[in-house]
């Protein structure tokens, strides 16, 4: 092979591939929009009130559990990144149609965490492993674990701290009133761990 076959091999082979990279990362943004997309039509579809605390239940943190559970840790914070940059630009994306005031409200704690929180949980959540109902049920555990840790534990940490902050109630009683949202969200991580255990063979091929 001479010199310039060589070159013109080369160049071919660096094409091929910075058209591959485009392509994934045009894929990566496309799922991360997606996601932002669904996270504003979690909040649009209606909030359920919890007496004894301003933070109502949504299905968001499903949405954020289906983020993690089906894409990159990348993917997913930069799906959670776009939907709280266009509620800070102003857009009405935030429960009840509020925007940039949700966020130095009692919700801003939740929603600031939704970004730690998927990012734990999509890094947590492992491989996985789909071949048998055993490492299907095996997966689904897995996935359950990371949803709590990460969308769960984390997004409640942030919750608590920053609400407590903003509002001058002690950190004990702004714990005990959101007490409410823990069986909906156990709820939530055990439905997004099945349907994603039982998917993600498709998904991540």
């Known amino acids: 092979m001479n010199a310039q076959h060589r070159n013109q091999t080369l160049g071919t082979v660096s094409r091929t591939a910075d058209a591959t990279r485009a392509r994934r990362l045009l894929i990566s943004g ?4 997606l996601f932002a997309g669904l996270m504003w039509a979690s909040a649009a579809a209606g909030e359920i009130p919890v007496p004894g605390t301003p933070v109502p239940i949504t299905l968001q943190t499903f949405v954020v559990m289906l983020a993690a559970l089906t894409l990159n840790w990348r993917e997913a914070g930069s799906s959670v990144a776009m939907y709280l940059a266009a509620g800070a630009a102003g857009m009405p994306v935030f429960a009840g149609g509020a ?16 970004l730690p929180g998927v990012i734990v949980a999509a890094l947590l959540r ?3 492993r789909t071949g048998s109902t055993g490492q299907r049920a095996l997966t689904s555990l897995r996935y359950f674990g990371a949803s709590l840790v990460g969308c769960v534990g984390v997004v409640y940490a942030f919750g608590f701290v920053i609400q407590s902050a903003l509002t001058g109630a002690p950190l004990g009683a702004v714990a005990l009133a ?10 939530k991580a055990a439905v997004a761990s099945l349907a994603c255990a039982g998917f993600s063979g498709l998904i991540h091929r």
């Not at 496309?30 to 929009?33: E, F, P, S, V, W």
């Not at 925007?99 to 939704?114: E, I, K």
């Open 126 to 128: 492992g491989k996985a």
């Open 99 to 114: 925007s940039t005031a949700a966020l130095f409200g009692p919700s801003a704690g939740f929603l600031v965490g939704f």
């Open 30 to 33: 496309a799922k991360a929009l």
């Open 178 to 187: 959101s007490m409410g949202f823990v069986a909906g969200d156990l709820v």
